[in-house]
Structures are given as C-alpha cells and as structure tokens.
C-alpha cells in the first residue's frame, strides 16, 4: 500500500486474518522427531496474525477468522467494523489458504462436494460441487477520511458488508438462496 513498515510501529492497526484448513499443522506433527517447543505455537491460527501485529508493531485487534470458505470475505467485514468503531485506525484484512495434504481433498471428494467437471456453476442448475483454491491476499483498509487527508491511493470503497449463516438450509455444501439474497441485501 505504499506505507514503510517502520511507520505503522505503535499505530491502532487491526490484523484480521481468515486462516483455514489445518493441513500444515498436520505435517508439521506427523513425524514425532521433529516436534519442537515451537511446534504448538507455530502453527496456531492466533499466533500467525500475532506475528504479524509483532513484526510491525501493531496495537490493535489481532484475529484469526475461520469461517470456512468465506473467512477472508469476513475479515474485511470485521476490519471495516474495527475502522467503523474506531478501535482502530488502519487493518489489515486477507486471508490464506494452501492444500498441503491429501486427506482434505480425499473427504471433500468422498463426501461428493468437488465438482466431478472440475468447474463452480455457483446458483446454476448445472451445479454439481465447487473446485478447491488456494492462495493468499491481504488489503489496508483505512477510514475513507483518513486516507484522504493522508494522501494514499484509494484503489476502492467499501460501502457496505454484512454477514450471516445460512441456519436450516437444504445442506452444508449447498448455499441457501434466501439467506444469500438476505445477506447481500443488507451489504447494500
């Protein structure tokens, strides 16, 4: 975003981060010889957003968001709520994640929720599963004000977020239409 770290030590910054999947923990504990005093806290959710509010010094909210597949949408959420609040002043929101391991996509594929054509029909007749990602994102967020009056470049506005649970719907792998079209009418 254009800031030096060494300007954000000791500023109000919120670290929100959707972290899913636990594929690397499992890794990192499977050959008991190699399990060290830091294998615990190196792999725990908290701890990785905590590093990062360490290295650079940030005093705000740091949180780890598993929310499954829309951890990262609900760090964005949570960050501009933080913003809103004025609990913090700048936050970082984003999320990873990696397929490490073969068991996850073995059971997501047992259970039938891959898509068998490799391809997401989200919403459309043609549906038939979703396809595994991975990667990894962040975004600074600022008060709109405040990146004004500070000069940054505004790359885009969030003007409104929300965020629900589908409740008793026709399954876990399926979304819900109502509670879907009840959630994007509040964001806007």
Known sequence: AGIAPDELSGIRAAVMMGVYCTEYQTISAANPDTIDAYSVTGNAHAVAVGRIA?????????????????????????????????????????????????????????????????????????????????????????RLTDAIRDGDRVLAVVRGSAINQDGRSNGLTAPYTIAQSDVITRAL
């Open 54 to 142: 360490y290295l650079l010094g940030l005093r705000g909210p740091a949180v780890a968001i598993d929310s499954a597949c829309s951890s990262s949408l609900v760090t964005i959420h949570l960050a501009c709520q933080s913003l809103r609040l004025r609990e913090s002043d700048l936050a970082l929101a984003g999320g990873v994640s990696l397929m490490l391991r073969p068991e996850t996509q073995i059971a997501m594929s047992k259970w039938g929720m891959l898509s068998p054509r490799g391809r997401c029909h989200s919403f459309d007749v043609h549906a038939d599963g979703f396809v595994r990602g991975e990667g990894a994102g962040i975004v600074v967020l600022k």
